[in-house]
């Protein structure tokens, strides 16, 4: 499935998260992809991020990766750095953005 989402970071802290997307650890990024991830790209315009997602089962990726530390620690670091800070709500409702159109 393709999934895409929106998310925000902080203005004062856009290079920070730009280099932090530089260096994500080599361990969370085995995490999603054996989650189900085959290809995550995240677009950036002012403060407005894109994120466009190939994944198995996107509920089920969020689960696989929810418990794990090295996803805890990124987490906590890109709460720092976002305005909204997860790309699904507290209740865990999909809210990925709805295809409007196709070519």
């Known amino acids: 499935m393709k999934v895409a989402?929106?998310?925000?970071?902080?203005?004062?802290?856009?290079?920070?998260y730009d280099a932090a997307h530089r260096q994500v650890p080599e361990e969370l990024t085995a995490a999603i992809r054996a989650?189900?991830?085959?290809?995550?790209?995240?677009?950036?315009?002012?403060?407005?991020?894109?994120?466009?997602?190939?994944?198995?089962d996107y509920q089920a990726m969020i689960a696989a990766l929810e418990k794990l530390p090295v996803n805890i620690a990124w987490q906590a670091r890109m709460a720092e750095l976002l305005d909204v800070v997860h790309d699904y709500s507290e209740q865990?409702?999909?809210?990925?953005?709805?295809?409007?159109?196709?070519?």
Request: aromatic fraction near 8%.
């Open 5 to 16: 989402l929106h998310t925000k970071v902080r203005a004062d802290r856009i290079e920070e």
């Open 35 to 56: 989650a189900g991830v085959s290809e995550w790209t995240i677009w950036r315009s002012g403060t407005d991020l894109f994120h466009v997602l190939e994944v198995q």
């Open 92 to 103: 865990g409702a999909d809210t990925t953005l709805p295809v409007v159109w196709e070519l």
